[in-house]
T-cell receptor, first 114, second 116 residues
Framework: GQNIDQPTEMTATEGAIVQINCTYQ??????LFWYQQHAGEAPTFLSY????GLEEKGRFSSFLSRSKGYSYLLLKELQMKDSASYLC???????????????FGGGTRVLVKP | EAGVTQFPSHSVIEKGQTVTLRCDPI?????LYWYRRVMGKEIKFLLH????????ESGMPNNRFLAERTGGTYSTLKVQPAELEDSGVYFC??????????????FGPGTRLTVL
């Protein structure tokens, strides 16, 4: 089966940095997504990694190591509005297909305190 | 540009009843996905349409679930008859077709289904 693990919950202070880890053991791999989801709202896209290395987008960065089956999402200069769930999701199927389903981890709820 | 919309936002029904969920994808997105999150679990894939064709329905739990996408625009997901374990949040997502590389999927806000 497919296994994608992330911590259930993390707490951090406003202005600080938080790193959310995601490990995966899957048959096949064609990329990893991070989504942010505020309570009662739609998940929204944050980042996509398919090659090893770090992708930086403003306060958010995402890292991937395919050999280790590991990714992390780094949130810098935390703001209160960053309190949300962060979802790690893997694409397993044929990268040349018209589209592919996402396989999700359980999500990490991040609480930012003043 | 309008995002993915879902209707209704909430539905409370009794066991044995029928419910139909609707998803309107972003205009021009040929890929449409249905996912479900039951309490305390991860979001799980149900099925994938490319235009009006079912590309992958490996995640559909059983034959009480029927998804359609006539005309390749909006989609409906019918649960008949509903059981207690069908309670959860049903998400719809859409993306354009792209050969090579991956496009992000755009999610709707979900329909929260409660079966009593």
């Amino acid at each position: 089966g497919q296994n994608i693990d992330q911590p259930t919950e993390m707490t951090a202070t406003e202005g600080a940095i938080v790193q959310i880890n995601c490990t995966y053991q899957t048959s096949g791999f064609n990329g990893l997504f991070w989504y942010q989801q505020h309570a009662g709202e739609a998940p929204t896209f944050l980042s996509y990694n398919v090659l090893d290395g770090l992708e930086e987008k403003g306060r958010f960065s995402s890292f991937l190591s395919r050999s280790k089956g590991y990714s992390y999402l780094l949130l810098k200069e935390l703001q209160m509005k960053d309190s949300a769930s962060y979802l790690c999701a893997v694409i397993l199927g044929n990268i040349k297909a018209a589209g592919n389903k996402l396989t999700f981890g359980g999500g990490t709820r991040v609480l930012v305190k003043p | 540009e309008a995002g993915v919309t879902q209707f209704p936002s909430h539905s409370v029904i009794e066991k044995g009843q029928t419910v139909t969920l609707r998803c309107d994808p972003i205009s021009g997105h040929d890929n449409l996905y249905w996912y479900r999150r039951v309490m305390g679990k991860e979001i799980k894939f149900l099925l994938h349409f490319v235009k009006e064709s079912k590309q992958d329905e490996s995640g559909m739990p059983n034959n009480r679930f029927l998804a359609e996408r006539t005309g390749g625009t909006y989609s409906t997901l019918k649960v008949q008859p509903a059981e207690l374990e069908d309670s959860g949040v049903y998400f719809c997502a859409s993306s354009p077709i792209r050969r090579g590389g991956q496009d992000e999927q755009f999610f709707g806000p979900g329909t929260r289904l409660t079966v009593l």
